[in-house]
């Protein structure tokens, strides 16, 4: 299988682990506006993900973080601002993207259809790389995806994208309804992408076990970026978390069970 190093899609150029792309800016937004039919939700957001890292996008139901991940995708239109994908100030449309690399992975993103091993060749990418990060679909090949569990949904989604080499990988919310030891693995799973060179930008409600994998982390908060800095300098202000949760919110007491997740 192609692990130590793989061909970066498009340039015909070997990229293997720490060479001069890692570090590299793979995916920025600046000022970014964008929304659904002509509904704004994003109102100027900056952030960006370098190759080699895992980032965390957190916030509350409504900020917009699944919006986030569909314009950068170039699945939304950007309506003021700008997107930099792979160093292009203009990049292409959302299929473009995907061809040079970009996976957006929502929930469940399989051809339910199809056998796991369909499933695993339309990833495009090397189907034993799958199948390294996720000995479980081994046996799991002839079944049709939509009979798996909501796990093996999930294995198999993120094992597909992974096994294309992507450059970057958008997940929303890898964790919804799973057991904690299957989330375990996907986020697991996350940080290895990392360690190949991809960006990994990752929503997910599970605070305390995303931080478990995400160096940097930007807090959304009603369409803007409320704050942005490492792991260490959110831990050093567990208050921020609790605002971006919980302000003006009913359920404010609550705030404290985020204090508590963090600790």
């Known amino acids: 299988g192609m692990t130590a190093a793989a061909s970066a899609p498009g340039t ?39 190759a080699g890292e895992v980032v965390a996008l957190l916030g509350r139901n409504g900020a917009g973080k699944t919006t986030t991940l569909m314009a950068l995708a170039g699945m939304l239109p950007v309506t003021a601002g700008s997107i930099t994908w792979l160093g292009n100030p203009r ?13 957006f992975l929502a929930e469940r993103s399989v051809f339910s259809q199809l056998s796991v091993a369909a499933n695993l060749r339309l990833g495009g990418g090397d189907v034993d790389v799958a199948l390294e990060l996720f000995p479980e679909l ?3 090949l002839d079944r049709r995806a ?41 986020i697991e799973a996350t940080k290895v992408a990392a360690e190949r060179g991809c960006a990994v930008l990752l929503v997910e409600q599970q605070i ?9 982390v930007y807090l959304l908060n009603r369409g803007t970026i409320s704050f942005s800095g490492t792991r260490e300098d959110l831990l050093a202000k567990p208050d921020i978390v609790e605002e971006t949760y919980f302000a003006g919110a009913e359920e404010a007491p609550a705030g404290a069970a985020v204090r508590d997740d963090l600790a």
């Open 208 to 216: 305390k076990r995303v931080l478990s994998v995400a160096e940097r």
């Open 138 to 140: 081994r046996k799991l």
């Open 146 to 186: 939509g009979l798996l569990s909501g796990g093996e949904q999930q294995m198999l989604a993120l094992g597909r994208a992974m096994s294309a080499q992507p450059r970057a990988l958008l997940i929303d919310e890898l964790s919804l309804g799973l057991a904690p030891v299957i989330v375990n693995r996907l």
């Open 91 to 103: 990049p292409p449309a959302a299929h473009h993207r995907a061809r040079q690399g970009l996976r």
């Open 12 to 50: 015909g150029r070997v990229v293997k682990e720490g060479d001069a792309m890692s570090g590299d800016v793979v995916l920025r937004a600046e000022g970014l506006h964008s929304g659904y039919r002509g509904v704004e939700v994003l109102r100027g957001v900056d952030l960006e993900v370098r």
